[in-house]
């Protein structure tokens, strides 16, 4: 009974992912064709819808294993403050100027110290809401520190540096869009690996040790694998906000399940589809004025947390 | 049969008790009793604890140390007096957990685990709450439902921590005649922490207790229903 009813729903969002997909490719467009040799279509459409749909992915996919892993609906890359270790990264490359390949692993190296951190930090607070308020400070105290880095950066990386922190999605090249298809690659077959352990655990840690959980074991993959899914979305968008927290809370709400295979394969549908609406949006908006995806996110994203945060609080 | 030789029970290098001479036995239920904080618990949880590599326990003829964690799960339960909730875990895919130890990272559930399954919905009886959510159950429930998971685990040890704590006269005796029956028909070894000792001493059952002198675990000697107040007097001193 609930499963054919979550089978629905996967459908229903495969068929909605496509039509945004193919909106997004268009550009609202009405008289577009695919077959045609245009060089906007390739150097600029493809990537930019290929980006979006490799963005909202790895998002959706890194938030809802932080949200396992801290067993808390409110954690998120973003929120936890991943986002801002690897931005950190890229503030850090981008001022030393490195090419595209340096910022990424500079990305991947504050990200995953950063989460590192938080696991760290997890000993010490056991309570979701404290855990929230130490990524909040975590990412304050690294804005701060990029702001310090700004002071003294040369005129044209800065205003680069400034562009990429409102996040695009419109900037990414096809040598990039390999890295991107790599990295969602690498996060979907791990994630797979470990789902059967992240229902278990999902039910609790003790209770998942009990059941033959290598516990160790999977924390590590849990922070590898989102480390390089933020760093790889943080080097080439910017930090894009409230998809990594909004999309697992959809998804398990829609599914009503914690069996991970199935919340995995809506975060992998919703995920993208929620982020090709937001820029599908700005695309059709980009007449009038130029908006910032993060904003868009944010339009979408902040309710639906502070509805979670009342629904939780009840 | 797990048996136990001078294994001592500790809690952060902080020494509880020893357990000298001690064996759950296929088909038989031991039942446990002793103050509160004496160990009791940590004791059931460090059978299970597979990166406790504390020497004296042997499962099986074989060293606790020399099996893997999966192999321990495949052999021994331990449900807790109360499951954590999950406001999106359903009876049938908690049971299905049960399941973990013997699947492998990118294989669904088979005929043989769906086949458990349903045996055991069949034996506690409970079709009609089978899509329902853990938390819409009542405490009675849930308990049942967690011994159930065990079962579908197929194990052949079962560690019950306080499983009566939260329950009501009615469910109490449910679960102790659930216990007895599945030793009885099923042929699994159970130990029990409880607290129920008035019900237990009634029924005669089979007790050890944690001397809190001499720090050991023992047996209660029997015939005891003649004399309740010594036996307090004993068991909490």
Redesign the interface.
């Known amino acids: 009974?609930?499963n054919t009813k979550s089978k629905y729903w996967l459908v229903f969002g495969m068929g909605l992912l496509t039509f945004l997909f193919l909106l997004h490719l268009m550009a609202w467009e009405w008289n577009f064709s695919f077959f045609s040799d245009d060089v906007i279509l390739h150097s600029i459409r493809i990537p930019r819808s290929l980006a979006t749909l490799f963005c909202g992915l790895l998002l959706a996919v890194s938030g809802l294993l932080l949200q396992i892993l801290f067993s808390n609906p409110l954690a998120g890359p973003s929120i936890l403050g991943i986002s801002s270790g690897a931005s950190l990264g890229v503030a850090l490359a981008v001022i030393l100027g490195v090419g595209s390949l340096g910022t990424s692993v500079s990305a991947l190296i504050g990200a995953f110290i950063y989460t590192l951190l938080l696991i760290f930090s997890m000993r010490f607070v056991k309570s979701s809401i404290s855990l929230l308020l130490v990524g909040i400070m975590l990412s304050s105290f690294t804005v701060a520190f990029i702001d310090i880095l700004q002071v003294y950066a040369q005129e044209a990386r800065l205003k680069y540096f400034i562009l990429w922190g409102m996040g695009s999605l419109q900037q990414v090249n096809t040598s990039e869009l390999y890295w991107f298809a790599f990295a969602a690659v690498v996060v979907i077959l791990f994630s797979?690996?470990?789902?059967?352990?992240l229902?278990?655990y999902?039910?609790?840690e003790?209770?998942a040790?009990?059941?033959?959980?290598?516990i160790r074991r999977l924390r590590w993959f849990i922070i590898g694998i989102t480390a390089i899914a933020v760093a790889v979305t943080t080097a080439f968008c910017g930090p894009i906000s409230f998809i990594g927290i909004a999309v697992p809370n959809m998804v398990?709400i829609l599914l009503?399940?914690?069996?991970s295979m199935k919340l995995l394969v809506g975060c992998l549908i919703f995920g993208p589809a929620l982020l090709l609406l937001c820029d599908g949006l700005i695309l059709l908006l980009d007449n009038y004025f130029i908006l910032p995806i993060n904003s868009m996110t944010a339009l979408f994203g902040a309710p639906f947390i502070i509805w979670i945060i009342l629904k939780q609080l009840k | 049969m797990i048996q136990f030789n001078h294994y001592k029970v500790s809690v952060d290098n902080h020494f509880l008790f020893e357990v000298e001479n001690f064996s759950i036995e296929k088909g038989n239920v031991y039942y446990l009793i002793g103050k509160n904080g004496v160990g009791k618990s940590t004791f059931l949880k460090s059978i299970i604890n597979f990166e406790d590599k504390t020497e004296g326990i042997i499962i099986d003829r074989i060293l606790k140390q020399k099996l893997k964690q999966k192999e321990l799960a495949q052999k021994i339960a331990y449900v807790p007096s109360k499951v954590t909730l999950n406001n999106f875990t359903s009876v049938e895919d908690f049971l299905l957990m049960g399941r973990y130890p013997y699947g492998s990272p990118f294989s669904g559930f088979n005929v043989e685990d769906k086949k458990r399954l349903e045996d055991v919905i069949q034996l506690l009886e409970i079709n009609d709450i089978r899509f329902k959510f853990m938390h819409q159950l009542s405490d009675g429930q849930q308990q049942l439902i967690s011994i159930g998971r065990a079962l579908v685990q197929e194990v052949d040890y079962l560690l019950l921590d306080e499983p009566t704590a939260f329950l009501d006269y009615y469910n109490k005796k449910r679960i102790f005649n659930l216990v007895e029956e599945l030793s009885r028909e099923k042929k699994m070894g159970i130990a029990i922490v409880s607290h129920d000792i008035d019900y237990l001493l009634k029924q005669s059952k089979c007790i050890f207790y944690v001397d809190s002198s001499t720090k050991k675990l023992l047996l209660l000697e029997q015939p005891f229903a003649t004399n309740f107040e010594n036996i307090i007097e004993k068991i909490y001193q």
């Open positions: 009974m609930n797979i690996y470990i789902s059967k352990d229902t278990v999902s039910q609790g003790e209770f040790t009990h059941l033959g959980v290598n398990r009503n399940t914690t069996n």
